[in-house]
């Protein structure tokens, strides 16, 4: 099985910032798209960020120029860091990841359990 923890989340004033933080553990072969999606209270969860293993990046347009996802392979973690956080930006943010636990067998997505994030002054 494959866990996904995630930490970093809080209550932050606008203007401020964040760093989340979401490890991969487990019987892990490999990991291919890590990402970072949010929901907000009565809203369809939506696409902040993604990286692939190679690195390339891809943000929603709400959080581009304010928001920077990373990852350390060796560590199967991704990082969102966030600056300029607004009201808007308030949800529950989830990690998410693309993981082959075997050779011999296809990747599958993987889940956190969420971290709330809170803008408010």
């Known amino acids: 099985q494959v866990q996904l923890a995630e930490s970093g989340g809080g209550l932050v004033q606008p203007g401020g910032s964040l760093r989340l933080s979401c490890a991969a553990s487990?019987?892990?072969?490999?990991?291919?798209?890590m990402g970072w999606y949010r929901q907000a209270p009565g809203k369809q969860r939506e696409l902040v960020a993604a990286i692939t293993r190679g690195g390339s990046t891809n943000y929603a347009d709400s959080v581009k120029g304010r928001f920077t996802i990373s990852r350390d392979n060796g560590k199967n973690t991704v990082y969102l860091q966030m600056n300029g956080l607004k009201p808007g930006d308030t949800a529950v943010y989830y990690c998410?990841?693309?993981?082959?636990?075997?050779?011999?067998?296809?990747?599958?997505?993987?889940w956190g359990q969420g971290t709330q994030v809170t803008v408010s002054s």
């Open positions: 998410n990841a693309d993981v082959r636990t075997s050779p011999f067998r296809t990747s599958q997505i993987y």
């Open positions: 487990g019987s892990i072969f490999s990991v291919n798209t």
